[in-house]
């Protein structure tokens, strides 16, 4: 199964610059704020029997940016800094717990019942 993702992403950030005005003198500058953006990505998941599938997905992220003002003494400087990413995973998925369906149909998953142990039989996977 191919699938793409599409949303908004966002969060805190915040970045600092130093800059050297002279011997032993370092002027700062910072922004910080709430940034935000789009993101998308593609996946797929291969089902390599009933009870294991493999998944591998990317997604790309641009939030928004941030901008800071400083002085160095010989004139004021802007600073801009903004996040673009591209994030990759992988997993495998392990289906434990299944019931039928109603009138005996597909199988549904469900949940461990409350307190029950999560025991895994490496023989239950490729059975």
Do not use: C, W
């Amino acid at each position: 199964m191919v699938y793409t993702t599409a949303g908004v992403a966002g969060g805190y950030g915040s970045f600092d610059v130093l800059t050297d005005v002279g011997p032993g003198t370092v002027t700062t500058a910072n922004a910080a704020g709430i940034v935000y953006g789009p993101t998308a990505g593609v996946g797929a998941e291969y089902a390599v029997n009933d009870k294991v599938s493999l998944t591998a997905e990317g997604a790309v992220t641009s939030l928004s940016p941030l901008t800071t003002t400083g002085d160095k003494g010989k004139g004021s400087y802007t600073a801009t800094g903004r996040t673009n990413d591209f994030n990759v995973r992988s997993g495998v998925k392990f289906p434990f717990f299944e019931r039928a369906g109603p009138q005996g149909g597909a199988l549904i998953r469900t949940a461990p019942p409350a307190g029950s142990p999560h025991l895994i039989r490496p023989s239950a996977l490729f059975a």
